[in-house]
């Protein structure tokens, strides 16, 4: 469980930026192959270099009726309508921890396939993101 988060040092200044506002990126993305026709789940991380705060506020995907927002919080799994990208840190969806739930799977993504997924934020708009299909077991830690 080394999700040591090894920002410091964060200061650049690419496009004139101030550090004032939200600069996210999205790295680590992948949805394990569902072993269910209708539900899968996803997982990524989302940087913000910048110096202000944001919000994931939803998420939407074409290869489900319905994408929805999970936390855990003590074990227990609960669905959000937003959470905090923080300024200068990240937001971790991993399993066992936060996660998005695909719901209605308008088909059964296969191990190889890539689902197209858009982020919706409070202040930085809109951000697409291509999600590859795991092994069921798959284990970013161990690239397995």
Do not use: W
Not at 22 to 34: F, I
Not at 59 to 78: K, P
């Amino acid at each position: 469980m080394a999700g040591v988060m090894a920002l410091a040092g964060c200061g650049g200044s690419a496009s004139g930026s101030d550090g004032g506002k939200p600069e996210l990126s999205v790295g680590s993305a992948y949805m394990p192959q569902p072993v269910s026709d209708s539900m899968a789940a996803g997982f990524l991380t989302i940087t913000n270099k910048g110096g202000t705060q944001d919000q994931l506020t939803s998420v939407t995907s074409d290869a489900a009726g319905d994408v929805t927002v999970h936390q855990t919080v003590g074990g227990a799994m609960q669905e959000v309508d937003h959470l905090a990208v923080p300024a200068h840190g990240q937001l971790v969806f991993k399993s066992g921890g936060n996660h998005l739930m695909f719901d209605k799977l308008k088909r059964r993504p296969k191990q190889g396939q890539t689902i197209l997924v858009e982020l919706h934020f409070a202040k930085s708009g809109d951000l697409k993101v291509e999600m590859p299909v795991k092994s069921a077991t798959y284990n970013p830690a161990t690239g397995h």
